[in-house]
């Protein structure tokens, strides 16, 4: 490499300082993974709207250079393996990446490249804003009062991957070792699974999530657990949580439990509410008053499940963004996996990867194409032209194609 072009791509580079500050040049490489399935779908259409954002909101004066690396199935057919070690340097040296969904075989086959993808890189907080879109189909009748943002612990619990099938000689060691050394009597039928969660991991995501919710003045962060059954794994989560919100946050949080609430059940000025509910009673919590919870932190298998039930209150998988975030770079991807059904029939809502991008744009500072993305996205759904899946749910409109789609948020910018 010439000198010239490598003084380029390390201008073109982001960084983060020892103070923890992200470092953005105007013109910074960002790779990008196409994902299975749907991906080259929803990527091509989300980077063509924010290309377009960025060019609407600065000009010439800003631009992300593309740098596609591989994941998946395409590294896979390419390169022989599922996620390159070429893949995650890029990634860590180029601070921010956005990604496409990839596959993983339910039952056997490869370990998902996700949640490899998230524990290499320490991807910790898994993070996603459910907003509603007015003029989206939804079952609730006030979906406008869903606004929350969920932290997901992305590491361990079930991403441990620690399981051995039904009379498999691990499994059968395991049960013998309960019933010796701890006088537990597991039936030897039993598949097993290891639930690890540890107290460093649980306490850093409630932190991410109790400092994300006084930067952006929100009333209350709430640990969903289910530690009523699952004392020293779940319940132990609620418990580091409200330990480090006393530690670390001290005089900026009330807990609940301990009154200090004002009549309308939030803190006084400038502080946030800390509470626990359990996972099971959550669900029926977010159907019934939303309105009451505003950041959620809590493990990884319950905000699995309840990001993608918060997801369909406000119109689906195809609406729903997400960030995988550790403390030297970022992930962007949406909620939802591949959508098999609908791989390469240009059908698929993008919206999801766009407001992906949305997020994105905000982590980097460039607010302005961020706000202009999501107008554009909000009128496209008003003038009623969208995608199949919002289409089947709202007479009346005509339905896009996926690429269709881009082009009509494009021209609203
Ligand atoms: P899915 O891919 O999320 O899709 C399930 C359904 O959700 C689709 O059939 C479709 O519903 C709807 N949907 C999802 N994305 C949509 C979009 N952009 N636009 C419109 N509708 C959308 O879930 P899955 O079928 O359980 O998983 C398929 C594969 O993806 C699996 O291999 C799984 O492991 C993987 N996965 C990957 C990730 C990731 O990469 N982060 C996350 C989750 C799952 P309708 O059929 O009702 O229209």
Excluded at 82 to 110: M, N, S, Y
Excluded at 229 to 249: D, N, P, S, V
Aim: net charge negative; glycine share 8%; proline share 5%.
């Amino acid at each position: 490499m010439q000198l010239e072009e490598k003084d380029q791509v390390i201008t073109n580079l982001i960084s983060v300082t020892t103070d923890g500050i992200l470092q953005v040049p105007d013109t910074p490489v960002i790779p990008f993974i196409e994902g299975d399935g749907i991906g080259p779908d929803i990527w091509a259409a989300a980077k063509r709207v924010l290309d377009a954002a960025i060019s609407f909101a600065y000009t010439d004066h800003r631009r992300i250079i593309w740098s596609e690396i591989l994941a998946g199935e395409k590294a896979y057919q390419k390169t022989g393996e599922w996620l390159p070690e070429e893949t995650l340097q890029a990634i860590r040296d180029h601070v921010v990446a956005v990604k496409g969904p990839l596959t993983t075989p339910v039952g056997g086959g490869i370990r998902s490249v996700n949640v490899a993808l998230r524990q290499i890189l320490d991807l910790y907080a898994c993070v996603r804003p459910i907003r509603y879109i007015t003029g989206v189909p939804s079952p609730m009748r006030h979906p406008e009062r869903v606004k929350m943002v969920v932290f997901r612990e992305n590491t361990e619990d079930v991403y441990s991957g620690i399981e051995w099938e039904a009379q498999s000689r691990e499994a059968e060691a395991v049960i013998a070792f309960l019933k010796d050394a701890m006088g537990v009597d597991v039936p030897k039928d039993s598949a097993i699974g290891v639930k690890p969660m540890t107290r460093r991991a649980s306490r850093r995501l409630v932190a991410r999530a109790i400092q994300y919710a006084l930067d952006h003045e929100l009333h209350s962060v709430t640990l969903v657990h289910k530690g009523n059954i699952m004392k020293y794994t779940e319940g132990a989560f609620m418990k580091w949580g409200y330990e480090l919100a006393r530690e670390k946050f001290g005089d900026r949080i009330v807990v609940e439990s301990n009154g200090g609430l004002q009549p309308d059940g939030n803190a006084p000025p400038g502080k946030v509410v800390i509470n626990d509910r359990i996972a099971d009673m959550m669900f029926q919590q977010v159907l019934l008053r939303p309105q009451a919870y505003h950041v959620i932190a809590t493990p990884n298998l319950n905000g699995d499940y309840l990001s993608d039930a918060l997801a369909a209150q406000v119109g689906g998988l195809g609406m729903a963004p997400g960030a995988n975030l550790s403390d030297n770079c970022a992930v962007f991807e949406a909620t939802h996996g591949t959508a098999p059904k609908y791989a390469g029939k240009d059908m698929a809502n993008p919206v999801s990867l766009i407001l992906s991008g949305v997020m994105m744009l905000e982590y980097l500072g460039w607010t302005e194409a961020a706000s202009a993305t999501e107008q554009a996205v909000q009128k496209s759904i008003s003038d009623g032209l969208v995608t199949y899946d919002l289409a089947r749910q709202m007479p009346g409109t005509r339905e896009v194609k996926c690429s269709e789609f881009a082009e009509t948020i494009i021209e609203r910018l």
